[in-house]
């Protein structure tokens, strides 16, 4: 069965960084585009990034850009968001997605920005 689970969240200072990291399981991670979402406390939950099966191609959303980096290592199934220039309205739920007939998510990693 589909797996995915998160790691690397945390309590960060704004201007900090954070690194995000998502095992999945359960299916051909090479043949999937995999994305990132969030859920800030009261919201409904939204798109951060997005990357290709191959990695050549990512989008991200407007907030975020400049700042997020997704990647992925084919090799370890493993799909990372990488956190900079962290910001309070970054602090939300993070996670990962797959959508392989159907969406499958991740138990979700907490990040919080504050001072």
């Known amino acids: 069965q589909v797996q995915l689970?998160?790691?690397?969240?945390?309590?960060?200072?704004?201007?900090?960084?954070?690194?995000?990291?998502?095992?999945?399981?359960?299916?051909?991670?090479?043949?999937?585009?995999?994305?990132?979402?969030?859920?800030?406390?009261?919201?409904?939950?939204?798109?951060?990034?997005?990357?290709?099966?191959?990695?050549?191609?990512?989008n991200y959303a407007d907030s975020v850009k400049g700042r997020l980096t997704i990647s992925r290592d084919n090799a370890k199934n493993t799909v990372y968001l990488q956190m900079n220039s962290l910001k309070p309205e970054d602090t939300a739920v993070y996670y990962c997605n797959v959508r392989r007939y159907r969406d499958y998510w991740g138990q979700g990693t907490q990040v919080t920005v504050s001072s």
């Open 5 to 58: 689970v998160e790691s690397g969240g945390g309590l960060v200072q704004p201007g900090g960084s954070l690194r995000l990291s998502c095992v999945a399981s359960g299916f051909t991670f090479s043949s999937y585009h995999m994305s990132w979402y969030r859920q800030a406390p009261g919201k409904e939950r939204e798109l951060v990034a997005t990357i290709t099966n191959g990695g050549s191609s990512k």
